[in-house]
């Protein structure tokens, strides 16, 4: 479980994240929120504690099973935490192979060969393996990443300490990689892992999370189940134009259509 209290974040005169108190304990968890609401500075302190924002001033306290989470040394952090950034290194010269070989380092040793045959049957990759990565489109990307992250995860043997942390893992993703996105996510968290992820597509929260979070301006505006928060003056509130609350024609769950 990670517990966030009072969490503040500033990087100059400019507040990022103010007082967040949270406990994130294992399921699947939706982060929403307009541009600049702290979504990708809540993701990136939640997985290293501020140690890769040298320039940011974090306050209060950020445990992860009770311990400090900037107290855990890396190599231990990343053996049971995968974190993947909105953005990532356009000019890596390396095979598609290779970068996935990357996601065993935190585990001492190489990628097993099972493993990255499923890693790269699942994300459909098996065309890309000899190509360089910055040669790729940005949806083959995506799901290069997507892999990486994901046997960083499954090489931690134990579902129930695995932490995913994924800042808009649907970027560039087609829609079929968009489901597959989603059955990973669900599959996860369902074995007892702690799954977060920011994502602009209300629905696609709605229908993949067990809570949802909605940030503004760097407050925690309102958290709660996906019934409670397809709520449109709640969304309105948070986004700042009108939406529709509508039964989906197949199973009747809400589904959210802005104005």
Known sequence: MIELAALTCRIGTRTLLQDISLRLAPSCIAVIGPNGAGKSTLLRLCADGGRHLPRHSVSGTLMLDQQPLHD???????????????????????????????????????????????????????????????????????????????????LHSVPAERIWLLDEPQNALDLPHQQRLRECLRAEADAGALVMFSTHDINFALRTADTIVALKEGRLHASGSPAQMADPDLLQDVFGVAFDRLAHPVDGRPWLLPH
């Open 72 to 154: 855990i040394a890396a190599d231990a952090l990343a053996s049971r935490r995968a974190f993947l950034p909105q953005q990532h290194a356009e000019a890596l010269h390396l095979a598609v192979a290779d970068i996935l070989e990357l996601a065993a380092w935190p585990h001492g040793g190489s990628l097993p060969r099972e493993s990255g045959e499923l890693a790269t049957r699942l994300w459909e990759l098996e065309r890309l393996l000899p190509r360089r990565y910055d040669e790729l489109s940005g949806g083959e990307r995506q799901r290069v990443q997507l892999a990486r992250t994901w046997l960083q995860m499954r």
